[in-house]
C-alpha cells in the first residue's frame, strides 16, 4: 500500500517537474553560451544584472539627475530647457549673515528646516533610546502577559505614516480626545499642534511613539544576548540591582544602543509624512523640518516657482549628512562584528 | 491533405484575426482625459452626468474624467505638463500661471465668436501677454472673494448687521461683540489664502504693482491690512488655531469651525454658497454680506475656475464646445449654485434655501464694485507668486517667528527670488 502510495507520489512530481525542467533547460539554452564567453568566475554578475538595472534605473540615474538639477536654475523641468551649469542654488542656501539666526539667511525656511531637524533629531533620538531601554528591560523580565505587550509596543511600527498622523491629529487637536478629557477634568484646553510651544513637544512624542517598538525590539535582542551568568555571578557577590544595570547591562547593550542611536537619527533626520500630516509643518515653521522644505519647494509650491533646482541642491546637503550616518553605522556594526570574530 | 487543411484553417483565422484587430483599432473612439477637482459631490456628480450624457451621443469620444484633490491641481499637474505629460483638459484656478501649456483650440470650436461673446474678459486671463485671439478654454464658474456672517448669532445676540459702506475695523467691532454676548469661541476665521487677504489690502489702498505694471507687493494698503489681521490675531478676535495649523502658503478653510457655529464672521467666497446650502442647512441662518470698506475702496477679489485645453484637437473642441454650450453650463452652475462666468446665461437656481438665494444675489451684486486693481491682480501672470508670500510671511509673524516689520520685507523679497528664478536675471 505504502508502495503504491510512493509510486502515485513520485508520478505527480514527475508531471509537476515538467515545466521547471523544461524551463531550467531553456535558460541553459541562454547562459550555456554566456558562461562560455564569459567564464564561470563572472557569471554571478550576470545573475546580479537585473537587480543593477533596476538599481541602476531607479536609483543611480535620478541620484546623478538630482545632481546636475543642484547645479541648474530656472522653472523648467527639463535639462535642456534649465541654465547649466551654476552654483547658483548652493549660493542662496548658504548666504547666510549670521547661520545661527535663519532670519539672516536668504533661504529662512531651509535654515529653520535646519535647526528645527537638528533639535528634533537630538529630542526624538535621545528619548527613543531612553523609552526603548526602559521598555526592552521591563519586557524582559518575567511579566504577565509579556508577549501581549511585546506585540502591543510593536503595533505602532506597522501603521502607515499618514494613519499615525491622522490617529493623533483627532487625539491632540484643540477639539480632540485629549482636550475632551482635560476639559472634563475642568482644565483648559491646550492647543498641541498650534501652539508653536507646544507643536514640537507633540511632534516630538508621536514619532517615538510610532518607532519606538522597532528600536525596543534591537535591544530586546541585545539583552536577550548578554550570558546570564554574568548576572548570577553579580548576585552571588551581592551586586545592587542599579550596579549591575551600570556595570553588566548597560556595558554589553552599547554596540546595540549604538546601532539604535545611527539608525534612528538617519529615520529622524529624513522625518516628513507623520509630521506633515500632524503639523503640515506649522503653526509658522516651528515643526517643518528639511525634507519638507525640498518637497515644499520643489513640488508643493501651490502656484509658486517650483524651484527644482534649489529643491535638488538641498537634498543633496541632506545626502551629504545621511552618507556621514550611514559610514558611521557601517564602521560601528563592522567593528562590533570583527570584536565578535576576535570573542 | 490535412496538414494543408490545418495550415489553411491557421491561415484564415489568422488574417480574420488581424483585420478584426486593424479595424478595431481603426475604429477605436478619442480618449479625452479631464482633469477635475470639485468642492465634493456638489460638483463632481453634475459634472459626472453631463460627460456621461456627452460620451453616449458621442461614441467616436471617450471622455475619461480623473477627479482630483484641488492640490494635485495646484502642485501635480504643473509637474506633469513641465514633463510633457498631463491630460487634455483640465480644472485650473492658477489661470494666469500655466499659460505656457495652454493650447489654443480656435480651429477645432465650432464657433470661435461664441467664446469671445460669452468668456470675452476671462480669456484674457488664460492667454499669454501680447496674446488676445487665442481660446484656450472657458470659465466654469466666477467667484467673488467676501464675508459670510451667522445671522443666528446676531440675532441671539440683539446686534444688527451692518450694510454696506461698513468699514473693516467695524465688522470687527460687531464681530466681538456678537461673539462675547453668545459665548461663541471665534469672532472672525479668514481661509488662509494670500487671495482671500488681497481684495481687503486693495479696500485699503495697495496697489501690488508700480507705475509700470511690475509687481511690487508691499506699499501702504498692505502694510494696513496685514497690520490689522496681526492685529486681530494678537487680541484674539481670530483663532491662531486655524492660520497656524498649517505652514507656509497651504490653503486652509476654517469650515468645520463655522459649520459648527463657532464662527461669527467668516471671510471666504461665492464658491461656499452650494457647500454651505449642504452642511450647514437650517442649523442656522448664515449670510453673505457685502465686501466691507477700507479707504480706497469696498471690494472682493474675483477669481474662478476654467476648464483649459493642453491638447489641441478636433475631440478636445467638441468636448469644449459641449461643455461650454449655455444648455450644459446653466444645467450645471443652477446645481452648483455658482455665480456665472458666462456673461449672458439665465440661471435656473436648484434651490430653496433662502440663504444660498441670498447669498448668490450679494456676492453676484458685488461683481460691478470689484476694484480695477482686483482684477488686473487676478489676470496677473505671477499672482500667485504675491499671494503665497503674503501668507507665508505673515503666517509666520503671526505665530511670533518674525515681526511685521520683516515680514513686509521678507515678502518683497519672496517675490523678488521667485520671479528671477523664473525668468533669470
Request: negative net charge; hydrophobic residues 45%.
Amino acid at each position: 500500500m505504502e508502495n503504491i502510495r510512493n509510486q502515485t507520489k513520485n508520478f505527480f512530481l514527475r508531471i509537476l517537474n515538467i515545466p521547471f525542467a523544461f524551463l531550467m533547460h531553456a535558460i541553459d539554452l541562454i547562459m550555456w553560451p554566456i558562461q562560455k564567453i564569459i567564464g564561470v568566475r563572472n557569471m554571478p554578475y550576470i545573475f546580479l544584472l537585473p537587480n543593477l538595472i533596476f538599481f541602476g534605473l531607479f536609483v543611480i540615474i535620478p541620484l546623478v539627475a538630482n545632481f546636475f538639477f543642484s547645479l541648474s536654475s530656472g522653472d523648467e523641468l527639463l535639462f535642456a530647457e534649465r541654465e547649466l551649469p551654476t552654483t547658483k542654488q548652493y549660493d542662496q542656501l548658504f548666504d547666510c549673515e549670521s547661520y545661527l539666526n535663519p532670519n539672516t539667511c536668504t533661504e529662512d525656511f531651509f535654515w529653520r528646516g535646519v535647526y528645527n531637524t537638528i533639535f528634533f533629531v537630538v529630542f526624538q533620538v535621545g528619548l527613543m533610546i531612553f523609552f526603548s531601554v526602559l521598555t526592552a528591560v521591563i519586557l524582559n523580565k518575567k511579566i504577565i502577559g509579556r508577549g501581549f505587550f511585546r506585540s502591543v509596543f510593536f503595533f505602532p511600527v506597522l501603521l502607515s505614516p499618514v494613519v499615525v498622523g491622522l490617529i493623533w491629529q483627532w487625539i491632540l487637536l484643540k477639539n480632540g480626545a485629549f482636550n475632551a478629557i482635560i476639559e472634563s477634568y475642568g482644565g483648559d484646553k491646550v492647543s498641541f499642534l498650534t501652539d508653536p510651544s507646544w507643536a514640537m513637544a507633540s511632534v516630538i512624542f508621536v514619532s517615538i511613539w510610532a518607532h519606538m517598538g522597532f528600536y525596543t525590539l534591537i535591544v530586546l535582542a541585545g539583552l536577550q544576548a548578554i550570558p546570564p551568568n554574568l548576572y548570577e555571578a553579580a548576585e552571588m557577590d551581592g551586586t545592587s540591582r542599579e550596579r549591575i544595570f551600570f556595570r553588566i547591562t548597560l556595558p554589553l547593550l552599547m554596540p546595540n544602543l549604538l546601532v539604535v542611536f545611527i539608525l534612528a537619527s538617519i529615520k529622524g533626520v529624513q522625518t516628513f509624512d507623520e509630521i506633515y500630516v500632524l503639523t503640515g509643518g506649522g503653526p509658522g515653521t516651528s515643526t517643518s523640518l528639511i525634507v519638507q522644505y525640498i518637497f515644499t519647494t520643489g513640488f508643493a509650491s501651490s502656484g509658486s516657482v517650483q524651484n527644482f533646482g534649489l529643491a535638488a541642491a538641498a537634498s543633496m546637503v541632506l545626502g551629504v549628512v545621511l552618507l556621514f550616518l550611514t559610514l558611521m553605522q557601517l564602521y560601528f556594526s563592522r567593528n562590533k562584528e570583527s570584536k565578535h570574530q576576535e570573542i | 491533405m490535412n496538414f494543408k487543411f490545418i495550415f489553411k484553417a491557421i491561415s484564415v483565422a489568422l488574417v480574420s484575426f488581424s483585420l478584426t484587430l486593424i479595424s478595431a483599432v481603426s475604429f477605436a473612439a478619442t480618449d479625452v482625459r479631464i482633469m477635475w477637482y470639485g468642492d465634493g459631490d456638489k460638483e463632481n456628480v453634475p459634472i459626472a452626468a453631463q460627460i456621461d450624457e456627452f460620451n453616449a451621443a458621442n461614441p467616436d469620444i471617450n471622455v475619461i474624467l480623473d477627479i482630483v484633490p484641488y492640490d494635485a491641481i495646484m502642485n501635480t499637474l504643473p509637474i506633469q505638463l513641465a514633463a510633457g505629460e498631463g491630460p487634455d483638459i483640465a480644472r485650473v484656478t492658477d489661470l494666469g500661471g500655466l499659460n505656457k501649456y495652454y493650447a489654443d483650440i480656435t480651429p477645432y470650436v465650432a464657433d470661435p465668436s461664441y467664446y469671445e461673446k460669452s468668456f470675452g474678459p476671462f480669456l484674457n486671463w488664460y492667454r499669454k501677454p501680447g496674446d488676445s485671439t487665442s481660446i484656450h478654454g472657458f470659465h466654469s464658474t466666477m467667484t467673488v472673494t467676501g464675508p459670510y456672517v451667522n445671522k443666528t448669532l446676531f440675532e441671539q445676540a440683539g446686534v444688527d448687521l451692518l450694510g454696506p459702506g461698513a468699514t473693516w475695523e467695524e465688522w470687527a467691532a460687531v464681530s466681538i461683540e456678537v461673539a462675547e454676548k453668545t459665548g461663541t469661541p471665534i469672532p472672525m476665521a479668514w481661509d488662509r489664502s494670500g487671495h482671500r487677504v488681497s481684495g481687503p489690502a486693495i479696500s485699503m489702498g495697495a496697489k501690488y504693482f508700480d507705475s509700470s505694471g511690475d509687481p511690487k507687493l508691499v506699499d501702504d494698503g498692505l502694510k494696513a491690512m496685514t497690520q490689522m489681521l496681526y492685529d486681530w490675531h494678537q487680541a484674539g478676535t481670530m483663532s491662531k488655531d486655524l492660520w497656524g495649523s498649517v505652514s507656509g502658503s497651504k490653503y486652509h478653510a476654517p469650515n468645520d469651525w463655522w459649520n459648527a457655529a463657532e464662527v461669527v464672521f467668516m471671510m471666504s467666497g461665492s464658491w461656499q454658497i452650494g457647500r454651505f446650502a449642504n452642511e450647514v442647512g437650517d442649523d442656522f441662518d448664515w449670510w453673505a454680506v457685502p465686501a466691507p470698506c477700507g479707504p480706497a475702496a469696498c471690494t472682493g477679489m474675483p477669481g474662478g475656475n476654467a476648464l483649459l485645453a493642453f491638447n489641441a484637437n478636433p475631440a478636445v473642441g467638441k468636448v469644449m464646445d459641449y461643455l461650454s454650450s449655455k444648455e450644459q453650463l446653466s444645467s450645471f452652475i443652477g446645481q452648483v449654485l455658482a455665480i456665472p462666468g458666462h456673461l449672458d446665461l439665465q440661471v435656473d437656481y436648484q434651490t430653496d434655501d433662502p440663504n444660498a438665494k441670498h447669498a448668490l444675489n450679494t456676492f453676484a451684486g458685488a461683481v460691478p464694485t470689484i476694484d480695477q486693481v482686483a482684477f488686473d491682480l487676478q489676470a496677473h501672470v505671477d499672482n500667485r507668486i504675491m499671494f503665497n508670500a503674503i501668507i507665508s510671511r505673515l503666517g509666520q509673524a503671526i505665530v511670533g517667528e518674525m515681526t511685521m516689520d520683516e515680514a513686509w520685507e521678507r515678502m518683497d523679497e519672496d517675490v523678488e527670488k521667485q520671479l528671477k528664478e523664473k525668468y533669470g536675471g
